[in-house]
Each structure stands twice: as C-alpha cells, then as structure tokens.
C-alpha cells in the first residue's frame, strides 16, 4: 500500500519545489490543498496556484477551507476532516499526497495530520523543501551564515529586547510570521539603526519585495507572508 505523502512546495515560485517533490504530486491520484478566505469573499490558494503552474490536473487537487485564525480549534477541524478523507482514500488504494507551503516540517501546522496518520500506524513520507527564509536569501544575494556563525530563526512572538541579545550574542536572526511583531521590529530600527535588517514579502511570487532601507520598512504594516533576517553590520 502506498504511504500517504506529504509534499513541501517551497515558498511560492513553482520551480523552486524539489524533483522529488514534483514526481510525487505528478503520480498522486489526489492531492489536499488548503485554501483560506480572503476579505472580499474569494477563496484563495498559493498551494494550488503553484501546483497549476507545474501542470498538475486540477481534478486531482481536493481544497479544502483553512481559517486563518489564531483559535487552533477551528484549523485543527479542519485538518482531522482532511486526515479522514485521506485514510479512506487510503485505505481505498489511492496514492494520496498533502501539500504544503515552504517545508512540511518547518513551521507547518499541517504537520499535525501526518503525526496523527503516524500515531495510527499509517505509512507517512516527508518530502523536503526549500523554506521561505533560504529563498529569500538567494533573493537577497545573502550568505545568510558563514563559517562558524550562529543563526537563530523564530516566530514572531518575540521583542525588540530579545531580537537585541540574540543580536548581542553574535546571532544572525530570521523573523517568519512577521505580522504578529509589526510594532517590536519597529521599535528595535529605531533602537538599533546600525544592525542590518532584510525584510522580504511574497518570496517566489510576482507580489515579491525586498527592502533594506530601514525608513521604509519601519512604515510597512507586515502581512501574513513576509519575514526579515536581521544582522550585525560588523558580523
């Protein structure tokens, strides 16, 4: 029986999902892809964008609604909903995949169905991706860590007092979920206008920015899919 296979994308330019990847989603029979609500009523999927652009049938691709919404109760009914179809499919003989964004395993709240799938002894595979923050720093023309540095990356529940020591400890840090710390990188610019700050949205996608000036990024209001890698200029 076919394990069922959990397929990164990368972060949104559909060349940048591995070989691998790409012949599992081309040899799948049905492929889960989650869609959000955008605020004019329209449902909305990177995921199946990206899979459109690789000529993947789109009578293979099964949406499914993914609230953006901090309340985890609502996504994770989602996701058994979506966990039950795949086991049927499963069980039916189907060669079942699951998409996701960036990397599967790299703050991936889809994750949670293929633990749960694992827990019922289903076969479950993991295909590697590229996450948003290495493609961003090819964007960017970075080496995002050389030698012996060290590089932190974090959520962005953090502060400008935290991004500061893991600054001050010689400590490249990478932002994903920017969104959720608009005002502390603000306030950590206009602390620490001698660090270096890369800020990136939309990486791999005709929407894609990538601004270093400092008095700009301190007047973004950041979105869901942004993120910034920020430096010590004398590192």
């Known amino acids: ?39 004019d ?17 789109a009578d293979h691709i099964y949406r499914f609604s993914l609230p953006m919404s901090k309340q985890r109760m609502d996504a994770l009914n989602a996701y058994d909903q979506v966990y039950a179809a795949a086991l049927s499919l499963h069980h039916a003989g189907k060669r079942v995949a699951i998409v996701a964004e960036g990397d599967t395993g790299f703050y991936s709240s889809i994750h949670y169905i293929y ?7 289903t076969p479950v595979e993991q295909i590697a991706g590229i996450p948003a923050f290495i493609a961003a720093g090819a964007r960017g023309g970075l080496h995002i860590a050389s030698q012996e540095e060290r590089l932190t990356v974090i959520p ?27 005002d502390e990188v603000h306030r950590c ?47």
Not at 46 to 51: E, K, P, T, V, Y
Not at 115 to 121: I, R, S, W
């Open 115 to 121: 633990e749960k799938l694992q827990a019922g002894g």
């Open 1 to 39: 029986m076919f394990p069922i296979i959990f397929v990164s994308l990368g972060p949104g330019e559909a060349e940048l999902i591995t070989l691998k990847g790409l012949k599992a989603l081309q040899n799948a029979d049905c492929i889960f892809c989650p869609e959000t609500p955008a605020r």
């Open 156 to 182: 962005g529940i953090t502060t400008a007092d935290e991004i500061e020591q893991l600054i001050q400890s010689r400590s490249t840090v990478v932002i994903m979920k920017l969104s959720q710390c608009t």
């Open 41 to 57: 009523g329209r449902l909305l999927s990177r995921a199946a964008d990206i899979m459109l652009q690789l000529d993947i049938p």
């Open 189 to 235: 610019i206009r602390l620490h206008p001698e660090y270096d700050y890369h800020y990136f949205e939309n990486v791999g996608t005709p929407q894609e920015k990538y601004i270093c000036d400092t008095r700009q990024i301190e007047a973004l209001h950041f979105p869901y899919f942004s993120l910034i890698i920020i430096r010590h200029n004398s590192f």
